[in-house]
């Protein structure tokens, strides 16, 4: 039978998650430690697994994350009350975004400023026009004033120094551009695979 402080704790955990989204679909939680380390104020740490995620305007479809020892205060605990986290802490993990929800959260705000800056940092045009996801491959493209049909540029993606690289499919071996990061969140693992970009790396979240 589960711990009900524990229990009590996961509850409000949830609703600390929810908070930080702007959508949330499926929500797993495991929590890792003892009754024993949450009355010293300490949670281990928390394996987290969601889908259909919404987070600061990205359309996430799938994380799994871990954090790591979480600071609690067991005080304030009550049911239906959401934590109130006051220490930061880490996590790692991985998310996944599907190419067609990439395009649309480029298209528009918050990121709009995002794509356009990719289409001029990769492409040397104002306007990104759209993107896809083909295997391995990323494609971005742009209009241009007097041609009929958009430019079209294709990329392949990885990680490196904690970011995403871009490496054009059809420029010289070596040509690359490293996209700017939170410095906050760090980048080890990057690829296109089944119409998706994945990502897995480490954060520092704040509450």
């Not at 010293?40 to 919404?54: K, N």
């Not at 239906?80 to 991985?94: C, R, T, Y």
């Not at 705000?109 to 045009?125: C, F, I, K, N």
């Amino acid at each position: 039978m589960a711990d009900p402080l524990m229990t009590l704790l996961a509850g409000a955990l949830k609703l600390w998650i929810r908070s930080r989204c702007d959508r949330l679909g499926s929500l797993e939680l495991t929590l890792h430690g003892s009754a024993f380390t949450l009355m010293r104020g300490r949670l281990q740490g928390v394996t987290l697994m969601a889908r259909d995620v919404g987070f600061k305007g990205l359309p996430l479809q799938h994380v799994q994350l871990l954090s790591g020892p979480i600071t609690v205060d067991v005080n304030v605990l009550s049911p239906e009350q959401m934590l109130a986290l006051q220490h930061p802490f880490q996590v790692e993990g991985e998310v996944s975004i599907s190419g067609h929800a990439l395009n649309d959260a480029l298209l528009a705000e918050p990121w709009r400023w995002l794509g356009d800056w990719l289409a001029e940092q990769l492409m040397g045009l104002t306007t990104l026009g759209g993107l896809s996801i083909q295997n391995d491959v990323m494609e971005l493209q742009s209009s241009v004033v007097a041609h009929r049909e958009p430019v079209r540029r294709c990329f392949r993606i990885d990680a490196s120094d904690n970011t995403l690289r871009f490496r054009s499919q059809d420029a010289a071996e070596g040509s690359s551009m490293l996209l700017p990061m939170d410095p906050g969140i760090k980048i080890t693992h990057a690829f296109l695979q089944g119409g998706q970009l994945h990502l897995k790396g480490c954060a520092d979240v704040t509450p």
